[in-house]
């Protein structure tokens, strides 16, 4: 489908379009075969997990929900023991969300079970292909913001995530 017909370089929009593309399927298809869960909720943890503490408000703005529907969200989360809930020291009026160690630990199990659905529906891949994709991890993450989100590449976690 991504494959060029032609032996010509693709130009980094057209790379970054069709890896975009193939991203999308792949949240598409985890997303219909794990039921119970949002991909808000987590989109919402992963930039506190990558950006800290965040107001509502700008939570919203990040996520494009409306800030009473971010307030529901932070609410359930809260609920739920993944995110903490404070007053801002710099506006009193403002609430502060920030990641605990079990929203942190439900985004890394999600990423296991996201992982876990996916494999068995992509097929088998060559140690080339393998490669191919991590690059392209390494890549991308080397040109965006290296939060702590950053790729390690060692044999523990290649093992533990396709023996799991």
């Known amino acids: 489908m991504f494959v060029s017909e032609h032996d010509e370089t ?22 219909s075969r794990t039921p119970g869960h949002s991909p808000t909720h ?19 703005a990040q996520v494009h929900l409306s800030q009473p529907g971010m307030t529901k969200t932070v ?12 007053a801002d020291p710099s506006d009193s009026r403002a609430t502060l969300v920030s990641l605990t160690e079990a929203g942190d630990n439900a985004l890394t199990e999600r990423t296991k079970d996201v992982v876990r659905t996916v494999l068995p529906g992509l097929g088998e891949f060559s140690e080339a292909e393998r490669r191919t994709l ?18 390690t590449d060692t044999a523990s976690t290649t093992e533990k995530t396709e023996g799991e």
């Open 134 to 151: 991590w690059d392209a991890a390494q890549l991308l993450g080397r040109h965006l913001d290296p939060g702590p989100w950053a790729l």
């Open 10 to 31: 693709p130009s980094t929009g057209a790379a970054l379009l069709a890896l975009m593309t193939g991203v999308y399927a792949v949240n598409r298809f985890a997303a």
């Open 42 to 60: 987590y989109r919402v943890l992963g930039l506190l997990k990558d950006h800290g503490a965040y107001r509502v408000g700008d939570l919203a």
């Open 75 to 86: 609410n359930l989360l809260a609920d739920l023991g993944f995110v903490e809930k404070t």
